[in-house]
Each structure stands twice: as structure tokens, then as C-alpha cells.
């Protein structure tokens, strides 16, 4: 027999975020640098400003920050809070509260609606609580796919109350966006915010917003600190025929980019999100089959992150430590106080079937290294095949 | 005779900034993506952030950014000014004004000293403004390469004024770092700010802030509306051990930064400053040779961005886009009320001997394009050869 090291020689990227990219998105990275003036990266710039568009289903510009999503997620909190106005917050998870840190660094009246790590936002209390507060529009600030718990809010509705309240919604979409429908424009949502690194398959570096015409009036009308993050000087850049970038774009992420759009639209947005539907299901069909309870309110949209509760027998903290460290395959626990309590599954972006499979033997490998036996072996990859069976093979082109 | 377009091809980046970059750095960043908190990458990260450490000169952490350089810099307006708060501003070209409109974008009391382009920045000004507004310490901002006129100002002999008046000095060393000497902590410079696409070698996406802890201590005194550019946040991770990132880290940009970091060092920063100043020297001398005079206040120091004045008797706006489109030699002309005046010959990062070569002929031949004899033919890179030449042959290993 082999000693293990030699069979879990490879390493797989099983994150949803960063998470692995197309080795196409990868290469291009690796050819020399493209002054951000001359022709080939303005053409460049353009496709991929057009393209974005069609990938946030919206015909506002998608403003573009050299930056993480959380910068992304700062520029809305910059442009629309002034220090001492109300901001309405959902937190369900950690980037629920990023939110709240954000708003409160700007110095706003924050008005927190938090649910448990693991439940989904209420419309009906968001209604409730823009009706108490009253008064001129409000920013409802709202996660949409809540990475740490893998719940997905329900924009659509919470959108809808928003509107009713003559308010907007700003959406953190920074793991959503390319992986669940958001159809902006068709909803009305004002706001939404997203990040390079998840399902738009690119390393991390570049932040979006994508901001209506409404929301952009609001921003110009309130005095800000913000500069690097203004949303009018992005946009008076990005309208210029060719556009322009208000600072030196991160040229390699933004040719990374140009093609990881081009691989979406080229699938089509339509089985992209099916794809990740597909996964989602026979992820937790497989947690099932490994004897685990899924974590976290459901929802047929949650699509990127599939959470296992981890069993109390067990040291929690020890599996995607083991994952990792012994096979060779790097996924999420929890975070905060969920750490040791459950691994998060993930399926946002560049991710097939076969990635469900091994995240799930790596998964069942290490429970049974702590103790948690599953029986027969490759009960979970075996549910979750069975998912993938049902799909049906793929006709020969 | 070929036709023209067989023997042009090539393209040659030859921009101050985004900058050629090395091709093993290029390679590491078509790698599969790490996950930013797999050892791997934080074996990286804490690398990186040791070896930034020996290329600004200091002990200071040098808190990174996911942004342009213009990140690095808005980090510093953050956190040190709040709204009314007098800044003293130094500006002799496009850069010095970003400092002033980051300034007054954050409501400061701007207190400008003001240079025409092409000038450098005189220190008995600033004392004489320094005495006269009195009061508690001040941040004076200040660029140390500006790269829209090849000036570079007197950092040294500013910041020993600054210090006198009990001041702290903040330096956009963009263009500077790595290419030209600043011993921050030897000259006790409290805040160095940069970007990764300049003399670092490397795409952009990253900035940089090298803070004092003064000059930390100054920013937790200062109630700011920030939270992605806040120095605490971004030092309190850093601080960790091992080493954590307030936001995903950019983390291709990060493993490209630490094959060049590795260059940088491996080089030797005296070597690497000797190189950037001998590239200057041959610069100044093929602008003579072309018979134009160099623009700008001079400088030894002056070694990132050598400017030709453009003669009157030709269309200078059409230079840099002959030397382009022609012959696939990207320079950059003059910005603003430069534009069409002046041609920029960058010798910044990842530059050697015969990038000088190349610019000063893709130069004389748009120069003879347009109506400008040179006689005889190479007569510029002739005189750039000639400071290669003297000196001497480089021994074999």
C-alpha cells in the first residue's frame, strides 16, 4: 500500500470564496500587463462593463471598485449615509453584521433587524419596521446569499415592502450574483452589491455596485466623506465614450474577468443558475446520506453554500481541519459562534458535479477519522450521484 | 521591403504605471487560487508583509489594502483628518492635486502650496506655512515621485521641517517605492503610502499604508466615517499571528507581490536604486541627443519618469500615439495642461538598459514622422548607449 500521502497528493480549492476559477480566467492573468489606457484594455474594459450588465439582468452601470466586496459594500453605506440618519438594517449571519459595522463606522442611526445565524428575514417584520420608523425614504440594507449560514433571503418580497415604503433596497449580492437569479431591473432593486471572487469565478480584487438611477439622485444629495468610493466620479468615468476608470483598474483581475463573463453568458445565465441548483440538491442530498442534518433555514434558492450540522459527538473544528490538512480539500467550518459546529459546502461559481463528490468523500473520510461512521462507505457521494443521475447524461454534441 | 506592420509587432509597455512586470511574476498568478486562510497563503501573506517591511525601510507594519494606490492614499485622509481639521497639502502636479481633492472630499480646511507643473516643492515654504497656522500638530501631504512631470521633491529636508513644527509628513510614495531611496524609519517619516503597479513590479490592486505609531495613535484620536481603509481594523489583523486580513485579501496580486518582493531584495535595494538612477541618467542624455531639453525641475533623485519637452514646431499630442499605434511602444504624454507638450520615458520597476533603447527610438522615429529630423539616425539611443557603456561591461558569473 502507498503511504496517504501519495493518493491525497492534490489540492482542491471546495471554498465559496475565493473559489477556484476556469483555467482560461487563470491564464490570462499570466499575460503581460496592459497599459489601462491603451486600446486593448479600453476594448476590454468596454465588453466587460456591457457584459456585467447582462449578468446583474440590469441596464445600470455596474460601478467598479479596485477592491474587495466589502468595498463594494462600503461604497453604498458611503454614498448614502449621512452621519445621524436611520439605516435599516437585516443581519441573519456574519455579513448581515458586516452591514451593521458598516453603518455604524459611518456614523448612522443603525435600526437592526437580527434574526439567529441560520433563520431567514421576516418580509412581514421588515414591514412592520419601516412603518414604526415612517418618515422619508430609508436604505434597507439586506444580505441576499448569507455565506455563513448558506441561507438565502428572499430579495424579491423584502423588495417589494421596501418599495411600498417608498424606500430602497441594497443588496449584498456578493455571493449571490452569478449564482442566483436577482433580476434587478424586472424587481425594482435599487442597489446591489458584488464582489469578483465568488460566482463571477475570478480571483478577489474587484467590488460592484450596481446602482439605479433613483439611488445614484439619493447619493449625489448627501455631502460624504468618500472619495475612492464615490459612486458619481466611478460613474462619470465609466460613461465616457471609450469609458474611463476614475484610478488605475486592476487590469489582470478585469482581463480575468472579461473572460469568466464571457464563459456565463456563454452557458447562458438561465443554466448557470440551474447548474447551481442541481449542485445544491445533491450536496444535500449527501449530507443526508452521510447521516447529518442540513443547517440553516431552506430555501429553493439556496444555491452556493450547503451547510452540515456537524454531530455534537465529534470535535466539529477538527473536520475542515482534517479535510484540509489530510486530504487535501480546503472547505468552510463556521465562523464565530458557530465554529466547530458545522462545514459549509460550497458550489458558487466554477464548480461541477464531481466537485459535490469529493467534498463529500473528504467530508466522510474525516468524520470517520473522528469517530463518525457512515455505512456503507461513500454513502453521502453515493445520494448525491443519485441526484446527478436523475439530471439524465448529457447528449453527445 | 516588408511591409511595416511584419517588423513592429512587438508591443512594449513603457508606461510609468501599470509597469511591465517580471514573468516569473506573471506565471504565480495563473496558479490555481489559494484560499486566503489556508496555510499556504497565510505562509505568503506573512512573508509579504515581512519583506514590504525591508523595501519601505521600517519597522512599521505596512497595513494593504485590496485598491488602487489611491486607496493607499485615501486610507491616510481617513484616518488622520477629520471634518474642518486643517491640511497642509503640497502639490506640484496631477498627484499633489489628488491629495488636495481626497482632502476636501473628507470636509478638511485644505491649505494648499501650490507649484506649477514641473517644479519641486521648496521645505522653507512649508516651515513659513507651518509657523504662521500654528497650532497642534498637522498632517502635510506630500508627493515624493510625481509622475505626471518626472519631479521628485525633497522628502528628507520637507519632512525634518515637518518634524520641527511637531508635524507628521505623509508621503505618496506610489511611484517611488522601490525605485528611489527612503529610509522612512532613518529619516522618521510617519505615514508612506504606495500602490503595487509601479517599482514594486506588479499588477494593479493593492495598496499600501506604512504607518508610524504616532501616526497610529493620531488616527485612533480621529472619529472617522470609515471602516474598508481603517488602519486599526486593517493593523489589528495584520497583528495577528499568524497575520489575518480584515477583508479577502487579493490574493493573486499577493503571491505575484511576493515573487517580486523576492526579486527586489534578492537584487539588493542599493543595487535596485543605482539601476533606477543609471536608467535616468541614460534617459537625460538620449532627450539631449534627440536635441529636445528635458522638462522639470531636476533632481539626483529624479529616477522614475524622465520627461522630454516636445518641440513647438510639431503636434506633440500625436507622439505617444505614433510611438503606439505605429510603432507598439506605449508611453504616456503630458496630462491635463501638459497634453501634447511633453513625452514621459519610464524607467520604473521592472526596466533595464535596452527599455531605454527602445523608447528613445520608437521616440525619434514619431519625432521623424513628424516632421522632426534627427541626424544622424539613433543619435538618441546612441547617447543612452554611451552612459550604458561608461558603466563597464558586467563581469561574467
Known amino acids: 500500500m502507498p503511504p496517504l500521502a501519495d493518493i491525497y497528493n492534490k489540492q482542491y480549492l471546495m471554498a465559496a470564496g475565493p473559489t477556484p476559477i476556469p483555467p482560461r480566467v487563470s491564464q490570462v492573468m499570466a ?15 468596454a465588453r466587460v462593463l456591457e457584459n456585467l450588465k447582462a449578468v446583474f439582468q440590469t441596464s445600470n452601470d455596474i460601478l467598479c471598485f479596485a477592491s474587495s466586496g466589502s468595498g463594494g459594500m462600503e461604497s453604498a453605506v458611503a454614498n448614502l449615509l449621512g452621519p445621524g440618519d436611520p439605516a435599516i438594517v437585516v443581519s441573519c449571519g456574519k455579513f448581515g453584521e458586516r452591514w451593521i459595522e458598516l453603518c455604524q463606522a459611518y456614523g448612522a442611526e443603525v435600526i437592526a433587524i437580527e434574526y439567529e445565524w441560520g433563520e431567514r428575514a421576516d418580509p412581514a417584520e421588515i414591514d412592520n419596521v419601516l412603518a414604526e420608523v415612517g418618515g422619508p425614504p430609508k436604505a434597507v440594507f439586506v444580505t441576499h446569499s448569507e455565506t455563513s449560514t448558506g441561507v438565502v433571503n428572499d430579495i424579491k418580497t423584502i423588495n417589494e415592502v421596501v418599495l411600498k415604503h417608498n424606500s430602497i433596497t441594497v443588496v449584498d449580492a456578493v455571493s449571490a450574483i452569478g449564482a442566483i437569479d ?3 431591473d424586472e424587481w425594482g432593486v435599487d442597489v446591489v452589491v458584488a464582489g469578483s471572487q465568488k460566482a463571477l469565478m475570478c480571483p478577489p480584487g474587484l467590488g460592484f455596485a450596481s446602482v439605479s438611477e433613483r439611488a445614484l439622485r439619493m447619493a449625489e444629495g448627501q455631502e460624504g466623506r468618500r472619495y475612492y468610493f464615490d459612486w458619481s466620479r466611478t460613474a462619470k468615468g465609466q460613461r465616457q465614450s471609450p469609458p474611463n476608470s476614475a484610478f488605475t483598474p486592476a487590469v489582470t483581475i478585469f482581463n480575468a474577468l472579461d473572460v469568466a463573463l464571457s464563459l456565463i453568458l456563454e452557458e447562458g445565465l438561465e443554466q ?7 449542485l445544491a440538491r445533491a450536496a444535500r442530498a449527501g449530507i443526508a446520506g452521510l447521516g447529518l442534518s442540513r443547517f440553516g433555514a431552506d430555501d429553493p434558492n439556496a444555491n452556493t453554500v450547503t451547510v452540515a450540522e456537524l454531530p455534537d459527538s465529534i470535535d466539529g473544528t477538527a473536520v475542515p481541519k482534517l479535510m484540509r490538512d489530510r486530504y487535501g480539500v480546503t472547505i468552510a467550518g463556521g465562523q464565530s459562534h458557530l465554529k466547530g459546529k458545522i462545514a ?11 466537485d459535490i463528490t469529493v467534498q463529500l468523500t473528504a467530508l466522510e473520510l474525516a468524520l470517520r477519522d473522528l469517530g463518525w461512521e457512515v455505512s456503507p462507505a461513500g454513502s453521502g457521494a453515493g445520494a448525491a450521484q443519485r441526484v446527478f443521475a436523475e439530471c439524465g447524461a448529457p447528449q453527445p454534441a
Chains 1, 2 share one sequence.
Open 344 to 354: 459549509r459546502l460550497a458550489h458558487c461559481g466554477y464548480y461541477g458535479a464531481f
Open 272 to 278: 448557470v443558475f440551474a447548474r447551481h441548483a442541481i
Open 182 to 184: 436577482l433580476p434587478q
Open 31 to 45: 499575460e503581460p500587463i496592459t497599459y489601462h489606457r491603451a486600446p486593448a484594455f479600453v476594448a476590454t474594459y
